[in-house]
């Protein structure tokens, strides 16, 4: 009678890693915990350096943690932001005065800040969507729980928003799109792309990125009724901080 093959064994530092992974999922390990260094590792479990190495770096390319020059490695352990693609952006949200943010977050505290509103000219891509190169844009880095997880820049067409709450720092309750709304010109239907990639030099300092994290770059476009663009919103979220959720009819 043939026997069945025997299985491999998993290689040591991915033992490690599992037991270290459980502990941090458990609770036992919390956010911001230092984990075992290497040479913690190697004592513990007569290991050679680069397996203690290994064994963090799963860890480290996971998501679950991130390495801090000079001080070790640490758990980086956050409840995901739940980002529902239709409902977040509904008329009667904004239409209310409520923030498109407050249904991410869920009653989780969040900011925005690094706030830039300038009038510029848009690039190429930006101008063809809009009709035009002249644009006021809005630039900002929202946190929750402490944690940066998005970077968005929103262009609207100058002609439209030149002079207008739209362009203040503050644009009060239900945000731009109720700006829009009170200069007739509220969005009515959406447009978004999603891709993932690997961010840019500038947005791996804003969004504090462990290395090796990727983002998602998502670009919307706002149109009215009518079907004219009045903004392009450029976002690039943390992959690690968010699960985006949309829903379909069969």
Same mark, same amino acid.
């Given at each position: 009678?043939?026997?069945? !093959?025997? !299985?491999?064994?998993?290689?040591?530092?991915?033992?490690?890693?599992?037991?270290?992974?459980?502990?941090?999922?458990?609770?036992?390990?919390?956010?911001?915990?230092?984990?075992?260094?290497?040479?913690?590792?190697?004592?513990?479990?007569?290991?050679?350096?680069?397996?203690?190495?290994?064994?963090?770096?799963?860890?480290?390319?996971?998501?679950?943690?991130?390495?801090?020059?000079?001080?070790?490695?640490?758990?980086?352990?956050?409840?995901?932001?739940?980002?529902?693609?239709?409902?977040?952006?509904?008329?009667?949200?904004?239409?209310?005065?409520?923030?498109?943010?407050?249904?991410?977050?869920?009653?989780?505290?969040?900011?925005?800040?690094?706030?830039?509103?300038?009038?510029?000219?848009?690039?190429?891509?930006?101008?063809?969507?809009?009709?035009?190169?002249?644009?006021?844009?809005?630039?900002?880095?929202?946190?929750?729980?402490?944690?940066?997880?998005?970077?968005?820049?929103?262009?609207?067409?100058?002609?439209?928003?030149?002079?207008?709450?739209?362009?203040?720092?503050?644009?009060?309750?239900?945000?731009?799109?109720?700006?829009?709304?009170?200069?007739?010109?509220?969005?009515?239907?959406?447009? =978004?792309?999603?891709?993932?990639?690997?961010?840019?030099?500038?947005?791996?300092?804003?969004?504090?990125?462990?290395?090796?994290?990727?983002?998602?770059?998502?670009?919307?476009?706002?149109?009215?009724? =009518?079907?004219?663009?009045?903004?392009?919103?450029?976002?690039?979220?943390?992959?690690?901080?968010?699960?985006?959720?949309?829903?379909?009819?069969?």
């Amino acid at each position: 009678m043939q026997q069945s !093959p025997v !299985p491999p064994e998993t290689p040591i530092y991915r033992r490690i890693a599992d037991g270290l992974r459980e502990a941090i999922l458990s609770g036992e390990l919390r956010d911001g915990d230092r984990l075992p260094g290497e040479n913690a590792l190697m004592a513990q479990y007569g290991i050679a350096r680069a397996t203690a190495r290994q064994a963090l770096s799963v860890l480290i390319n996971e998501g679950l943690a991130v390495p801090r020059r000079g001080s070790g490695v640490y758990v980086r352990q956050f409840r995901p932001i739940r980002r529902h693609g239709s409902r977040r952006l509904s008329h009667g949200r904004w239409g209310r005065g409520q923030a498109i943010w407050d249904a991410d977050t869920e009653g989780r505290p969040y900011t925005v800040d690094e706030v830039h509103v300038d009038r510029e000219t848009a690039e190429e891509d930006v101008a063809r969507v809009l009709g035009g190169s002249d644009v006021w844009v809005r630039r900002r880095r929202y946190s929750v729980d402490g944690r940066p997880v998005q970077l968005s820049v929103s262009y609207f067409p100058a002609a439209l928003v030149e002079g207008t709450p739209v362009v203040a720092e503050d644009t009060g309750p239900g945000g731009v799109y109720a700006r829009l709304g009170e200069l007739g010109s509220a969005p009515a239907h959406f447009t =978004e792309e999603v891709r993932a990639r690997m961010p840019h030099p500038h947005e791996t300092v804003q969004l504090d990125l462990p290395a090796g994290t990727p983002v998602i770059a998502i670009m919307r476009t706002a149109f009215t009724e =009518e079907g004219v663009p009045v903004e392009v919103n450029e976002m690039v979220l943390d992959a690690a901080s968010y699960v985006l959720q949309y829903d379909f009819d069969a």
